[in-house]
Each structure stands twice: as C-alpha cells, then as structure tokens.
T-cell receptor, first 109, second 118 residues
C-alpha cells in the first residue's frame, strides 16, 4: 500500500466550481507539501504545512495531523488551474519525501 | 538563473548507452534532491545531497545509477548501461537549508529531464 494516497485520481470540473483534492498518509511526518505539476514536467510548490490551514489566493490547504489527512481546495476554479496536483510528505525518520500519485485536474470553460 | 535548471530537457538513449543528467540548483541552496518520475506516477526519491556530501542514496535503483555534487552546487546523475525501465522523467529539487530543517523547507523543482531508452 502506498504511504501517500490521493483522491480522486482524475477530476473534471466546470469553470467556477469549488474543487477539493484529498490526501491521506500513513507515516509520521514533519511536514506535508502540495505541489502543482503542469504538462512538460515543471513542478511548483504551492504549500508546505505542518498544522492548521494556509491560504494563498484561491487556494486553501488544510491538514489534520491526528487523522493523517490533508485537503487542497480551489475556489472559483479556472481553466488555467488544470494541472496535476501532488501531495508529498516529509517523514520524521527519513531523508526522502514520499509522493502521492497525483490528481489530474481538468477545468473546462 | 532564478530557478533550478536541468539539462538536457530531453534525452534519447540506445539501450546500453551511458547518460549524464545535469542539475543547477538555485545559488546558495544547501540541499539537493534527485527524483525519478515514471509516466502517470508521482516522483520517487533517488538521492539527497547536503552541500557536496551525499547523505542518502537509498533510492538509487541499482549500481548503474551514480550521483555526484563535487563542489556543493551543480549535480550530475549518471546512469550507466541504460535499460528500457530507466525511461522516466528525472527531477532535481533544491532547498535553502541543510540538516533536518530542510525537510520542513519549501522545495524548488527543475523542469526535469525526460529520458527515453530505446
């Protein structure tokens, strides 16, 4: 079983819809990252969080450490939000990051 | 440059050929990571450098994979005798801090090198 599970795998939305992407993990972590990957491979770090909630523009990320769960929300979605969103965790006892398989989001105009 | 730069952007190799992939991290960044991303999958850790020291190479899939960062800045990932299963995007990321602090630090990713082994 993958240590980081994301859902859904694929998500299609209409422009303007509110979007939620979920991430569950099974290891103890020091931080969780939400990443955005556009076609062509470029990855951008959206959020790094270890507790609570962070907001940047139309993006909101929350984490519940006790439940080992995080969500990424996009309000008023736009076609330019179309990308793969990846959840990654920094485990306590390892140097590496563990990545989810990603959620492919397509926002239609 | 302002970001993490990787070259080449695309590499096609014949099976058995050696390849070298380059990563230029953001200037001054202490930590450097290499990841391998197969098609449709999330990245998987290969190796981690703190300055010139390779502190973790547990993710390297075989002894055909070798990484170095001799002066603590530019890093090279070398794959010897490439096989078809090596085909993937190889991502490099850097972070400002070292030690355990790095794992709570924002990572900056390069655009990756897409390796195709025929």
């Amino acid at each position: 079983k993958n240590e980081v599970e994301q859902s859904p795998q694929n998500l299609t939305a209409q422009e303007g819809e509110f979007i939620t992407i979920n991430c569950s993990y099974s290891v103890g972590i020091s931080a969780l990252h939400w990443l955005q990957q556009h076609p062509g491979g470029g990855i951008v770090s959206l959020f790094m969080l270890s507790s609570g909630k962070k907001k940047h523009g139309r993006l909101i990320a929350t984490i519940n450490i006790q439940e080992k769960h995080s969500s990424l929300h996009i309000t008023a979605s736009h076609p330019r939000d179309s990308a793969v969103y990846i959840c990654a965790v920094s485990p306590y006892n390892n140097n590496d990051m563990r990545f989810g398989a990603g959620t492919r989001l397509t926002v239609k105009p | 440059g302002a970001g993490v730069s990787q070259s080449p952007r695309y590499k096609v190799a014949k099976r058995g050929q050696d390849v070298a992939l380059r990563c230029d991290p953001i200037s001054g960044h202490v930590s450097l990571f290499w990841y391998q991303q197969a098609l449709g999958q999330g990245p998987e850790f290969l190796t981690y450098f703190q300055n010139e020291a390779q502190l973790d190479k547990s993710g390297l899939p075989s002894d055909r994979f070798f990484a170095e960062r001799p002066e603590g800045s530019v890093s090279t990932l070398k794959i010897q005798r490439t096989q078809q299963e090596d085909s993937a995007v190889y991502l490099c990321a850097s972070s400002l801090k070292g030690d355990r602090e790095v794992f709570d630090e924002k990572l900056f990713f390069g655009s990756g090198t897409q390796l195709s082994v025929l």
